[in-house]
């Protein structure tokens, strides 16, 4: 009887270890380098929004000004530039990889949501694009601030500045410029001041499937944080920023899990994924618990 409770006992701390939220454990990233963008015309000016593109490897910026995409390394170097002649008056504040070369581009003010085939050397006019999606009316600079493209579902998740916040879902049919959204949940629930970007987890290949995929990573550039957030509004972590920048609005991953970070001055920030990932000590504690109490129960079986 002693003995099957304490199997029982085993069983319950692994089943623990086995229902318990994934998460980055953004408290274990570390600040591995940053680096300077290029910030003469035509190029970044003020970096508003960051994509990973994993076909390449490489990272794209856009600023808020609409003058170019640009393409750099992991550490920063220059691998070419698109020009965009959008005017003035285009507030670029998201940008995302949808794959095969292409990009979502969001500008804040009108919501609007455009696809763009990335053909570096070359200028884009405003004129030749056609909005595919809008997220809502008019909103006089405080709409559209971010999106993330997730490829198992082939949906945006997007972010809404303020008044009010909001974190939505949407399935937006590019080519005939037609979608739908949903409200993913409520955004009051992150208590931050604003929301900038958002990041979703899925574009990692190794998180595919094991629940980390369902994770959100969002950045607040007034409140200063990252969080990494479940799709119901649970926080799992967070990074302070606050001794880094006062004006760090965009977030990426690569296929590593690092984090890139980017500020306005241009420059990005990279935060590394430790390497092996350590368990948390509770969760530690629970499997040696748990192997503790079958050990336990096979001495006195022994001894009986």
């Known amino acids: ?50 994509t990973y593109n994993w076909d390449t490897g490489t990272l794209f910026v856009v600023g808020d000004e609409a003058e170019a995409i640009v393409e750099v390394t992991k550490t920063g170097e220059v691998v070419g530039h698109m020009t965009l002649n959008f005017g003035s008056n285009f507030d670029a ?20 949501v455009y696809k763009i085939d990335y053909q570096a050397g070359t200028t884009l006019s405003l004129s030749s694009v056609t ?11 405080e709409g559209l601030e971010g999106l993330s493209w997730d490829p198992r579902t082939n949906s945006l998740i997007a972010v809404k500045e303020k008044n009010p916040q909001a974190i939505y879902e949407a399935e937006v049919d590019f080519d005939a410029r037609t979608g739908s959204q949903s409200i993913l949940f409520n955004a009051a629930l992150l208590g931050l001041q604003d929301l900038s970007d958002v990041q979703v987890l899925a574009t990692v290949p190794s998180f595919l499937g094991t629940g980390l995929d369902d994770n959100l990573l969002i ?3 007034e409140s200063r944080l990252l969080l990494e957030v479940t799709r119901t509004g649970e ?32 420059r990005v920030f990279v935060f590394l994924r430790p390497t092996p990932a350590v368990p948390e000590p509770d969760t530690y504690a629970l499997l040696l618990a748990g192997l503790g109490l079958l050990g336990l129960a096979a001495r006195r079986r022994r001894v009986a």
Request: charge should be negative; aromatic fraction near 8%.
């Open 1 to 50: 009887m002693i003995a099957r409770t304490l199997v029982l006992l085993a069983g319950l701390s692994m089943s623990a270890l086995a229902f318990a939220q994934p998460s980055l454990n953004l408290s274990d990233y570390t600040l591995g380098y940053r680096f300077n963008l290029p910030g003469q015309i035509g190029m970044v000016g003020e970096a508003s929004a960051i």
């Open 93 to 112: 504040e998201s940008l995302t990889y949808i794959g095969n070369g292409q990009f979502a581009l969001g500008e804040e003010r009108t919501q609007s």
């Open 131 to 141: 909005p595919a999606y809008s997220f809502g009316s008019y909103s006089n600079n």
């Open 219 to 221: 950045i607040s550039q």
């Open 235 to 266: 926080i799992l972590g967070s990074i302070d920023l606050r001794r880094l920048s006062g004006t760090a609005e965009g977030v990426t991953i690569d296929e590593l899990g690092n984090i890139y970070i980017s500020d306005e001055q241009p």
